[in-house]
């Protein structure tokens, strides 16, 4: 059209539009109708034929299971109720189905082989108190005949750990590190046990009792063989030593090798002779040296319990009194023998009824709160405090096992010398031993004395292995894994559930345990 010229042509409206399209094209079939029709046949044919196969092979269940179970599990292979509920998933939302009910049942099928505890799921926020039930989530099955069910990924305790204040509820705050991903100082943290500071209470000096004769180099008055009871002697006499040589101790004199010897312990598969070190007791291991008595103990002397009730001391203390007054083998008048009395040892002669005066009690069980106070408070050594001590829940006075939330496996480093990890307790030469007595400090080394061997495997060697630190590893490897089930178990022993008040909701001892009362410490 010219520039200029008026258009002849209508004006094209929606009506005019809708006349080009064919009214009854809904009845004519196009290409891709059929092929629609097509595959859906396909695909029902298809279903059809697999079902058919399903039903008529004999070996249908691996058709309808992701594969063999492990060993452990073999036994009810092909009853899939002992675990699934018909058309419910284990922990997982799919198709918006509620999990709830199948990790419930999943989880009581489980306890009744395992009776292991949770994992603080009283501290848990409501979304993953449903995955603490899900047993499946770290011990997944149907990998195979050898697969080892407890062999559990770091990604499964990451999942909780790498965020763990969005998984406590709103009540509680995490204890430990808010993010722990990998076994470094950066990224896992210190330990928290050696972080709460020395809960012991007896007073002790490893670095003096290190010490030939428990004194300093050259210093009178060191500790012989010969000054130990004859039956004692084999204890602490080292090779080559006769009775005139000084008593010179090392760590194996007082700990050995044992199982665990917590019965507060949260961890469960725990008990493995060898793992830690036994307790401390004063009949094996102090009073050899420390003889509740003040000046010893000898053939005529009557021996004193250790921790017994003060009513019980004073009766034997008065006894032994009484005793030497009717045996007539008290210190005569002018005896000037070097010898100190012995308890309720006195001097005069022996009177006819061996009347013994409450004042000469009293100055002995004196003289036995003296030997006491040597390695206790005074607060310890009460009658109250010495019957709590009987108590399953009384808090040690020298603590047995230290890391309360890992594991350390001393059978599994005896090759390890232990200055490596206790260089705190070694005497420093040209020193005088420490007046800040042990209990004043934890005498264990922290993670960057584990991290050296166990780290990645693609990490070299650190140069805090090098030269000294070498030798001191005992020639063993340097390398070990860095796993998070090295140190560490997921489920809490039933007992100890019960001791600390945190059973399962449904079970029959629970308690209610308030949010004030309980941190969260996964």
């Known amino acids: 059209m010219a520039a200029g010229e008026s258009s002849t042509r209508p004006r094209e409206t929606g009506k005019f539009r809708s006349q080009r399209i064919q009214i009854d094209y809904y009845r004519h079939r196009g290409g891709l109708y059929y092929f629609k029709w097509i595959l859906s046949g ?7 034929a697999y079902a058919a196969y399903v039903l008529a092979s004999s070996s249908a269940s691996r058709h309808l299971s992701t594969g063999s179970v492990a060993q452990v599990h073999a036994s009810f292979e092909n009853d899939c109720a002992q675990c699934h509920q018909d058309y419910t998933p284990l922990g997982t939302d799919a198709f918006q189905l509620d999990p709830t009910a199948s990790l419930s049942h999943l989880e009581s099928a489980c306890q009744k082989c395992h009776k292991v505890g949770n ?3 009283e501290v848990l926020s409501a979304d993953w108190k449903v995955v603490d ?3 499946a989530l770290c011990h997944s099955d149907h990998k195979g005949r050898d697969f080892n069910l407890v062999a559990v990924s770091d990604a499964a305790c990451t999942q909780c750990h790498s965020q763990l204040s969005s998984v406590c509820s709103s009540n509680h705050k995490p204890r430990v590190g808010n993010q722990v991903t990998q076994f470094t100082k950066e990224k896992h943290g210190e330990f928290t046990s050696l972080m709460q500071g020395d809960r012991g209470t007896v007073k002790f000096d490893h670095a003096q009792h290190m010490l030939p004769g428990q004194v300093n180099s050259g210093e009178k008055g060191g500790f012989t063989l010969a000054m130990l009871e004859p039956s ?3 204890q602490y006499r080292q090779p080559g030593q006769s009775d005139d040589a000084l008593v010179s101790m090392d760590c194996a004199s007082c700990h050995t090798f044992d199982g665990n010897p917590d019965p507060t ?3 469960s598969g725990d008990e493995e002779l060898g793992r ?3 307790p401390i007791s004063f009949e094996d291991h102090c009073s050899a040296c420390h003889s509740m008595n003040p000046n010893g103990r000898g053939d005529d002397t009557l021996p004193l319990p250790h921790a017994a009730p003060w009513a019980e001391i004073t009766l034997l203390l008065e006894a032994k009194i009484k005793g030497t007054l009717l045996t007539d083998k008290m210190r005569k008048p002018g005896d000037d023998s070097q010898q100190f009395p012995r308890p309720g040892e006195g001097y005069g002669t022996a009177p006819k009824d061996a009347f013994v005066a409450a004042s000469t009690v009293d100055a ?13 408070d005074d607060a310890t050594i009460t009658d109250e405090a010495i019957a709590k001590l009987g108590a399953s829940t009384a808090e040690p006075l020298i603590p047995p096992r230290w890391f309360k939330f890992g594991l350390y496996d001393h059978a599994a480093h005896r090759k390890v010398d232990c200055r490596y990890c206790h260089e705190a307790a070694y005497p420093v030469e040209g020193t005088k031993p420490s007046e800040a007595l042990d209990q004043n400090s934890v005498m264990i080394a922290g993670i960057d004395s584990c991290t050296g061997c166990h780290r990645d495997v693609n990490e070299p060697l650190p140069s805090s292995l090098t030269g000294a630190a070498e030798k001191l590893i005992g020639g063993q490897s340097n390398w070990a894994s860095d796993s998070c089930t090295m140190c560490h178990r997921y489920h809490t022993a039933q007992s100890d559930l019960v001791h600390m008040g945190r059973m399962h909701s449904d079970s029959p001892t629970s308690e209610p345990v308030s949010s004030e009362s309980v941190e969260a410490q996964p």
């Open 42 to 48: 396909i695909a029902l044919l298809g279903s059809g």
């Open 119 to 121: 994992h603080y799921r």
């Open 133 to 135: 039930q899900n047993c």
């Open 232 to 234: 004692r002697r084999e």
């Open 265 to 267: 312990s949260m961890l």
């Open 276 to 278: 830690y070190i036994a």
């Open 364 to 376: 002995a069980v004196t003289l036995v709160r003296a030997q006491c106070s040597k390695c206790h």
